[in-house]
């Protein structure tokens, strides 16, 4: 089945303790990006990355990096988390990353509590 | 600065009746535009997309159209269906391939 997977679904951490979320998608997609969900504010991006090695900052990438060593993973690193950061986050693939007609497919989510 | 907005959160329709679900963009330079459907404890299915050269896309049930003077942007339903129930984000991208998402639209449609 494609589909793009995220884990942990969720996680409750402490201030300041490093953490990982991982994204693997398994549809050969070049584009994934990374968004967080919070009330009011919908959906913003926080790192994409066109391809292998290519990373770029979203509308909030403060507090976050990414790596892009293979085509199928792009994880979410949290260095030192701090409770502003607490949100629901998505990782998502496309095929492309120009051209109409490729929408995203989305993971399932990642609900993160930072205390 | 919110780029997309969608002013109503919330929209109540009888089954079998047109949804109509609204989206207003302030970047004039936006040239790829999208609606992701998302059920609770889910995350965003993608529904339909429209290019800024066309006005009009088709796909079943699901019309989008762009009004590019107005820098608005609408999804229609027709007929609206119990299980088109969910939450309707509509989105586009700017030249530069960031992608602005709007607050979300909750759809409740009404058997």
């Known amino acids: 089945e494609a589909q793009v997977t995220q884990n942990p679904r969720y996680l409750i951490t402490v201030t300041g303790k490093k953490l990982t979320v991982t994204c693997s998608q398994n549809m050969n997609h070049e584009y994934m990006s990374w968004y967080r969900q919070d009330p009011g504010l919908g959906l913003r991006q926080i790192y994409y990355s066109m391809n292998v090695e290519v990373t770029d900052k979203g509308d909030v990438p403060e507090g976050y990096k990414v790596s892009r060593k293979e085509k199928r993973n792009f994880p979410l690193i949290l260095e030192s988390p701090s409770p502003n950061q607490t949100s629901l986050y998505f990782c998502?693939?496309?095929?492309?990353?120009?051209?109409?007609?490729?929408?995203?497919?989305f993971g399932s989510g990642t609900r993160l509590t930072v205390v | 600065d919110q780029q997309v907005k969608q002013n109503s959160p919330s929209l109540s329709v009888q089954e079998g009746r047109i949804s109509i679900l609204n989206c207003d963009y302030t970047?004039?330079?936006?040239?790829?535009f999208l609606w992701y459907k998302k059920y609770p404890a889910e995350g965003p299915t993608f529904l339909i997309s429209i290019s800024s050269i066309k006005d009009k896309n088709e796909d079943g049930r699901f019309t989008v159209f762009l009004n590019k003077s107005a820098k608005h942007l609408s999804l229609h339903i027709v007929p609206s269906q119990p299980g088109d129930s969910a939450v309707y984000f509509c989105a586009a991208r700017n030249t530069g391939n960031q992608f602005y998402f709007g607050t979300g639209t909750s759809l409740t449609v009404i058997p």
């Open positions: 998502a693939s496309s095929l492309s990353w120009t051209g109409a007609g490729y929408g995203y497919t």
């Open positions: 970047n004039s330079m936006f040239d790829y």
